[in-house]
């Protein structure tokens, strides 16, 4: 394994080799970003209000419509009641004339709409008329791929250590290659649903996998520089989206012109290479030397006699135990030791404040703009500077500092929204934009941090646990900022920022990774610092 290293130090200074690799494993999070961010556009609720089929039919306008049948709102005459209108006659109505049923509107109770007129027909709300007593089916469209991306964090961190990188990768491409353009193309709201699932589980598998192999393949400064420069896909996700958002208004045609380019994740399932990590990890040295010479030609392939012995053991302990039993130990392995199981519960918290605050200020900062397409496109901007930023301070500062850091200014950034007015729009708009950058810097950040706290065998497990409780945070996110929230403004923001502060001095037990040589086995963990109290004063 040290001999392999070596050779992995050495495709870590071919520049032109490793971007090529990373072009590769960062592409996917541009699809990630606009699959995740597509919501705020395919649900977009136009003004609607009860259609009548007898004055339609009649030829009066929308505007002559609501006029006689929709009533205001009890608290503001300038809102209409959406969901209801009156019940009247509106056969006489459509018989005698707008003008005559203007001067004859008698009183009448309202009742429920049985159907319903949009000013625009171009979302999924439109669609399936997700207004009224079926506003929660509104949600479902976002919770459901959330719930995938949990899915898929928690089944492809483990398919990954079981089968490979690359297996995971391919497998998570062709479900995502299946499921995008396929919820463009349905009809039944049902199966839709069951599409934005998948879609969610390849989203992280796909990141999963890639990001691992990355991981694996660089060593030192260039892994630090690559691992965090993967994440500016995601900020060109939104900034592309919100373009062609724009552009394209029909949420189906939007669903498939985001959804085709996917196909062109063919090229990574060819060219993407398999980790000699992994494989060295998993008893197959032969191949493990096979892979890193296609990457550095110079590698020699190590003559290990007791290679074959090892293939043999390892296949006899599979077709024993096999493979669910193998997933399982994957996840049991996380809390194996003391140190593994701290390190583990810290990546938990980690998951979960970051899920959290994020989707809690993206549900804020909806409520402070009008206009979606800049704000998505603001938002893209901000994270692409965070995770800039994030690079210097990961190669020079450490990962310990900077993850503490940047958890305790988030924190005191959303406990500072107390002292902000209601009224100040612009100033909630900017400590919005700023909550972003961190939380977005921090996401980047953690992944990194925690892929390197792991040995090899269960790496990319402790990377998916961590994005399945940050999906955890994501689903929730939407039910403290409406029933907290209710309660009063201010508390979703303090409960992030109260988290943040508590997990930041969360990872001072942490040791730090800086410039350390990843372990690979288990065995390995024993010669690598461990998380405890006394390193809450070391830096």
Request: glycine content about 6%.
């Amino acid at each position: 394994m040290d001999d392999l290293d070596q050779y992995i130090d050495s495709y870590s200074k071919q520049r032109w080799k490793v971007f090529v690799l990373l072009l590769m494993a960062g592409t996917p999070g541009i699809f990630n970003a606009i699959q995740i961010s597509s919501y705020v556009f395919l649900v977009d609720k136009p003004s609607y209000w009860c259609d009548i089929p007898d004055l339609k039919s009649a030829g009066w306008s929308d505007q002559m419509i609501i006029n006689v049948s929709t009533p205001h709102q009890k608290y503001s005459t300038k809102k209409l009641e959406e969901c209801s209108y009156y019940n009247r006659n509106y056969s006489i109505f459509a018989k005698n004339g707008y003008n005559w049923s203007m001067n004859n509107l008698d009183t009448a109770d309202s009742k429920s709409c049985q159907y319903y007129s949009y000013s625009i027909k171009e979302s999924v709300v439109t669609e399936w008329n997700l207004i009224c007593d079926d506003l929660s089916m509104k949600s479902n469209v976002h919770a459901t791929m959330a719930f995938g991306k949990f899915v898929g964090g928690l089944l492809f961190g483990s398919i990954s250590d079981v089968y490979g990188r690359k297996f995971a990768f391919n497998l998570a491409a062709f479900i995502y290659m299946f499921s995008g353009p396929t919820a463009a193309l349905i009809d039944s709201y049902i199966l839709f649903l069951i599409a934005r699932f998948l879609i969610g589980v390849a989203g992280s598998g796909i990141y999963e996998s890639s990001y691992t192999i990355l991981t694996e393949l660089t060593s030192g400064k260039t892994r630090t520089l690559l691992c965090l420069l993967m994440n500016m896909s995601y900020p060109i996700g939104y900034i592309l989206l919100s373009i062609i958002a724009y552009h394209v208004r029909p949420w189906r045609m939007l669903l498939l012109v985001l959804s085709l380019p996917m196909f062109g994740l063919l090229i990574q399932c060819w060219f993407l290479p398999e980790s000699p990590k992994w494989l060295m990890s998993q008893g197959r040295t032969k191949q493990a030397w096979v892979e890193m010479a296609k990457l550095v030609p110079t590698a020699v392939h190590a003559k290990i006699d007791n290679d074959g012995q090892e293939n043999v053991e390892i296949s006899k302990t599979k077709k024993c135990n096999g493979k669910i039993t193998e997933i399982m130990s994957a996840y049991t392995s996380l809390f194996s030791t003391l140190d593994l199981s701290v390190k583990t519960i810290i990546s938990l918290f980690f998951g979960l404040s970051c899920g959290l605050s994020y989707y809690v200020i993206a549900l804020n900062g909806d409520n402070i703009t009008a206009d979606r397409y800049i704000y998505v496109a603001l938002n893209g901007v901000v994270e692409g500077i965070s995770y800039a930023l994030t690079v210097p301070l990961f190669l020079y500062v450490g990962r310990k500092k900077a993850v503490s850091s940047f958890f305790f200014a988030s924190g005191i950034l959303q406990l500072t929204l107390l002292a902000i007015p209601l009224e100040k729009a612009n100033i909630l708009l900017c400590v919005t934009l700023i909550g972003k950058f961190f939380v977005s810097a921090l996401f980047s950040a953690i992944v990194l941090y925690v892929s390197e706290l792991y040995p090899t065998i269960i790496r990319n497990t402790g990377i998916g646990i961590l994005l399945t409780f940050s999906q955890i945070g994501s689903i929730i996110a939407p039910y403290i900022v409406e029933i907290l929230g209710a309660k009063a403004w201010y508390i979703p923001s303090t409960v992030c920022g109260t988290l943040g502060i508590f997990v930041s001095s969360l990872v001072l037990m942490l040791p730090e990774t800086k410039k350390t040589v990843l372990p690979n086995t288990l065995e390995d963990m024993k010669n690598t610092n461990s998380a405890k109290l006394s390193n809450c004063f070391k830096f």
